[in-house]
């Protein structure tokens, strides 16, 4: 897959959210002023939680950027504030984002690492996430969608409950054509996890 500094440039601005299944929330932006989620998780029921989530080395590390109450370190410090700027423009346009965070060395800039970035990264937009992996025009998106679908585990599970857990790691998108293709990958990789379920 082609570099991200061949297929991206910069951006400067940036929206948060936080999603739940019954309300949107609102922070203040590292620029001062408050922005609001829009939109909602499909929430997993407890039980289902254990095979597939687990607080990962990544998930701590952009906790722990998210959460400036905790970072102590001028560096780490600078470094959370840069992470918040990458959040900010990625919930603004994605590919802006990506490149921010992934020139400052908080995200790598393999489809891997991306894909990890959009699973276990704090304060994403679902509906940018959904965006940015279905832009049928970049291979770079392409590539990432299909990172982003081997790193969830769906052995095991029921297909609603697989695909109810899916949708929670992002926001459909509006096109029919982007649809499509997220059910694409998805049915093959459930498949994969769950070789003989599907005949």
Not at 155 to 175: N, V, Y
Request: hydrophobic share 35%; glycine share 8%; aromatic share 10%.
């Amino acid at each position: 897959s082609s570099g991200i500094n061949a297929e991206y440039g910069h951006s400067s601005s940036w929206s948060y959210k936080t999603q739940t299944s019954i309300s949107s929330s609102t922070c203040t932006s590292p620029l001062g002023e408050r922005v609001s989620g829009d939109g909602a998780e499909f929430p997993d029921e407890p039980e289902l939680m254990e095979p597939y989530t687990k607080l990962s080395a990544i998930t701590e590390k952009y906790t722990q950027l998210w959460s400036t109450s905790v970072v102590k370190d001028p560096d780490q410090r600078q470094l959370s504030r840069n992470y918040k700027l990458g959040v900010y423009k990625f919930n603004k346009a994605p590919a802006h984002g990506i490149k921010h965070l992934t020139s400052c060395g908080i995200v790598g800039n393999s489809p891997a690492e991306i894909a990890s970035f959009l699973l276990n990264g704090k304060g994403l937009s679902l509906s940018q996430i959904g965006n940015f992996i279905t832009d049928l025009r970049k291979q770079l998106s392409m590539d990432v969608l299909e990172e982003f679908m081997k790193q969830i585990d769906f052995t095991d599970l029921p297909f609603e409950r697989a695909l109810r857990h899916f949708i929670s790691k992002l926001r459909l998108p509006g096109e029919a054509q982007k649809i499509d293709k997220l059910m694409e990958v998805f049915a093959e990789r459930y498949c994969a996890c769950n070789p003989g379920v599907i005949s």
